[in-house]
T-cell receptor
Framework: GQNIDQPTEMTATEGAIVQINCTYQ??????LFWYQQHAGEAPTFLSY????GLEEKGRFSSFLSRSKGYSYLLLKELQMKDSASYLC??????????FGAGTTVTVRA | IAGITQAPTSQILAAGRRMTLRCTQD?????MYWYRQDLGLGLRLIHY???????GKGEVPDGYSVSRANTDDFPLTLASAVPSQTSVYFC?????????????FGPGTRLLVL
């Protein structure tokens, strides 16, 4: 099975930077995904890492260290619309996705 | 239709009743999935299908069944609903089940079993 840990909640100010950490233990590894989920809505894809290092996409970046079983999602220049849950998900050797419980980010003015 | 649709949007169901949640995608994706999302537990995989005609069990399959008669549709059936099946159910699809393939989610069905 999988064990994926991420903080439950984080609060930050508009314009600031927030880093959401995710640690995982998995049977085989075939990539790590980050999804964004606004309240009452479906998860939407943010980023994918399969090799170590940083992937940058505009205001969002995601980092992976396979040897440490660790990833983070970096949100820069926070906007009110970034208030949402952020889900870390790991694909195992059978290509199934396992999700963490999600981190709720609240952006304050 | 664009993407994935689910029906109904929400439902209140008496315990013991049978219920089918519908999921349709128009992206010609081979792989489809059903998840449930409960507070504090995140998304958990119920059943999946890598291609039409095949299905497999996920992490929490008990009490649920699925079928995949064609590429577009992937219904989830609760044969005899119980209160612990109260949850938000998401259907998802991906082009294949391969390593880098992103899963796209439907809008969800909110189910309350009394």
């Amino acid at each position: 099975g999988q064990n994926i840990d991420q903080p439950t909640e984080m609060t930050a100010t508009e314009g600031a930077i927030v880093q959401i950490n995710c640690t995982y233990q998995t049977s085989g590894f075939n990539g790590l995904f980050w999804y964004q989920q606004h309240a009452g809505e479906a998860p939407t894809f943010l980023s994918y890492n399969v090799l170590d290092g940083l992937e940058e996409k505009g205001r969002f970046s995601s980092f992976l260290s396979r040897s440490k079983g660790y990833s983070y999602l970096l949100l820069k220049e926070l906007q009110m619309k970034d208030s949402a849950s952020y889900l870390c998900a790991v694909r195992d050797r059978d290509y199934k996705l396992s999700f963490g419980a999600g981190t709720t980010v609240t952006v304050r003015a | 239709i664009a993407g994935i649709t689910q029906a109904p949007t929400s439902q209140i169901l008496a315990a013991g009743r049978r219920m089918t949640l519908r999921c349709t995608q128009d992206m010609r994706h081979n792989a489809m999935y059903w998840y449930r999302q409960d507070l504090g537990l995140g998304l958990r995989l119920i059943h999946y299908s890598n291609t039409a005609g095949t299905t497999g069990k996920g992490e929490v399959p008990d009490g649920y069944s699925v079928s995949r008669a064609n590429t577009d549709d992937f219904p989830l059936t609760l044969a005899s609903a119980v209160p612990s099946q109260t949850s938000v159910y998401f259907c998802a699809s991906s082009p294949t089940q391969g390593a880098g393939e992103t899963q796209y989610f439907g809008p969800g069905t909110r189910l309350l079993v009394l």
